[in-house]
C-alpha cells in the first residue's frame, strides 16, 4: 500500500544539469532562443497552410500536421525546462510529469506514423504524378492523419499508466530535463522488464513498421528517379523529396537510439542531450528545411507580408 502511494502523487525533481550551473544558464538562453524560433516556424507553416489556397494540398496538409505536432512537442516540456533551468527549484508536480510523459509518447507515435504517411504522399507524386490527385484525395488525407493520431494516442494510453505505476519507493529525483519513459523507468525500485518489454514490443509498429515503409517507398522513388532521362526531371524529384528525407533522417535516428535499446546502455548525459535534440531542435529546423527550398512557402509568405494583396483577398472569399 506504501509504494502505491508514493507512486501516486507528489512532486518530482528534475535534476538535468544541476551540478553545472554555468552550463545551465547557456542552456537557458539556447533554448529560450530555439524555443521562440520552433513556435514561430511552426505557427508560420501550419498559418499559411490555411491562408493560401495554392497550399491546400496534400503535402501541407501533412505538413501542418507536422508542425502542430512540433509544437505539442516543444511547449509539453521547454517551458517548464526553462523555469528549472533559471531559477534554484527544479521540481515539477506529479500532474505535469504526467502530462508530460503523455506527450512525448504520443507525439512521438504520432510523428512516426505520419512521416511513412508522408513518404508515401511524396511516392505517389513521383511515381504516378498523372494519378496523384486521385490516389491522395481529401478524404483519404483525413484518414490517414487520423489514424496517426489516434495510434500515437492509444500507446500513449497504454504506456504511460504503466510508467507511472511502476514502484519508486520514494525515489523522485529524475536525473533528466524531462518526465520521459527511459529516466522514469530508472528510478524505479522493481523489475521494469516488463513495461520495457511492453515498449519494444508496441515500438515495432509504431517505430519499425513505419520506417520500413519510408524506405520502400524511397526504394520506388529511387528507381524512379533514376529512370527520367530528363536532368530537370531528377532535380524535380530530388526537390520534392530531399526536406522529407532531411527530417526523417533526424528524427528517426535519436528515436531509435533513445527506446529501440535498453536504457543502461547510453551515457545518461548523452540521453539528455539526445532528448533536447528531438523535441527542440528538431523541431526548430523542420520549418527552416521545408521552406529553404520551397518556392511555394515563400510566394506565401511574401504575399502575407504585404507585398501583394491577392492571397489575403482570396482567403476572403
Not at 500500500?1 to 507528489?10: I, L, W
Not at 518530482?12 to 513556435?39: A, C, H, Q, T
Not at 503535402?59 to 505539442?72: I, V
Request: proline share 4%; hydrophobic share 45%.
Amino acid at each position: 500500500m506504501e509504494r502505491n502511494n508514493e507512486s501516486s502523487g507528489g512532486d518530482f525533481i528534475l535534476l538535468g544539469f544541476s551540478d553545472r550551473p554555468k552550463l545551465e544558464i547557456v542552456l537557458f538562453f539556447v533554448n529560450m532562443i530555439f524555443y521562440f524560433l520552433s513556435v514561430a516556424g511552426n505557427s508560420t507553416i501550419i498559418f499559411l497552410s490555411l491562408v493560401d489556397p495554392r497550399l491546400h494540398t496534400p503535402m501541407y496538409f501533412f505538413l501542418s500536421n507536422l508542425s502542430l505536432l512540433d509544437l505539442c512537442y516543444t511547449t509539453s516540456s521547454i517551458p517548464q525546462m526553462l523555469v528549472n533551468l533559471w531559477g534554484p527549484y527544479k521540481t515539477i508536480t506529479y500532474v505535469g510529469c504526467v502530462i508530460q510523459l503523455f506527450a512525448f509518447l504520443s507525439v512521438g507515435g504520432i510523428e512516426c506514423i505520419l512521416l511513412s504517411v508522408m513518404a508515401y504522399d511524396r511516392f505517389a507524386a513521383v511515381c504516378k504524378p498523372l494519378q496523384y490527385m486521385t490516389i491522395m484525395h481529401p478524404q483519404l488525407c483525413l484518414q490517414l492523419a487520423a489514424f496517426a493520431w489516434l495510434s500515437g494516442i492509444a500507446n500513449s494510453v497504454l504506456m504511460s499508466p504503466l510508467t507511472m505505476s511502476l514502484g519508486r519507493c520514494g525515489h523522485r529525483r529524475i536525473n533528466h530535463f524531462v518526465c520521459e519513459m527511459p529516466a522514469i523507468i530508472r528510478i524505479s525500485c522493481v523489475d521494469t522488464s516488463r513495461v520495457e518489454g511492453l515498449a519494444f514490443f508496441l515500438a515495432i509498429p509504431i517505430v519499425l513498421v513505419p520506417l520500413t515503409m519510408i524506405l520502400v517507398s524511397y526504394g520506388y522513388i529511387a528507381s524512379a528517379v533514376l529512370r527520367m532521362q530528363s536532368a530537370a526531371g531528377r532535380q524535380k524529384a530530388f526537390n520534392t523529396c530531399s526536406s522529407h528525407m532531411v527530417v526523417v533522417s533526424l528524427f528517426y535516428s535519436s528515436i531509435i537510439y533513445m527506446y529501440m535499446q535498453p536504457g543502461n546502455i547510453a551515457s545518461q548525459d548523452q540521453g539528455k542531450f539526445l532528448t533536447l535534440f528531438y523535441c527542440l531542435v528538431t523541431p526548430t529546423l523542420n520549418p527552416f528545411i521545408y521552406t529553404l527550398r520551397n518556392k511555394d512557402v515563400k510566394c506565401a509568405m511574401r504575399k502575407v507580408l504585404g507585398k501583394d494583396r491577392s492571397l489575403l483577398d482570396a482567403g476572403g472569399h
